[in-house]
């Protein structure tokens, strides 16, 4: 599967990153770029849209993490959203299902984090 990574902010100032494939070792530096990127750019949350990943390695779980803690220290948060079973199962083995705010789609996410 090819690999593509994209971000926009909503209205409401929320970074939401986009990613479609499988995030490993190559392709997560790209990741965390655009994290990044949105925080610089005044964003104190994220979403991540998961839905179209098949694949987390341990370097795509430690920039997610990177990014928790980023946003944590600014009073914001991280929402994954659309988890598909293969990368939810991975974020439950490691108990970080329950670390991060998980939501079933970007909408959601949205609507939890209001005017954040």
């Given amino acids: 599967m090819d690999f593509s990574v994209s971000a926009d902010r909503r209205e409401n100032g929320i970074g939401v990153v986009t990613?479609?494939?499988?995030?490993?070792?190559?392709?997560?530096?790209?990741?965390?770029s655009l994290m990044l990127?949105?925080?610089?750019?005044?964003?104190?949350?994220?979403i991540v849209d998961l839905a179209k990943v098949d694949y987390l390695d341990s370097s795509g779980l430690g920039i997610?993490?990177?990014g928790l803690k980023r946003a944590r220290e600014h009073g914001g948060e991280i929402y994954l959203a659309g988890c598909k079973p293969r990368v939810l199962r991975v974020l439950e083995v490691t108990g970080l299902n329950r670390v991060f705010t998980m939501v079933s789609s970007v909408d959601e996410a949205v609507g939890k984090a209001g005017g954040a």
């Fill in 19 to 32: 990613i479609c494939g499988e995030v490993d070792v190559y392709t997560s530096p790209r990741v965390r």
């Fill in 37 to 46: 990127e949105q925080f610089d750019a005044g964003s104190t949350s994220l």
């Fill in 64 to 66: 997610l993490v990177a």
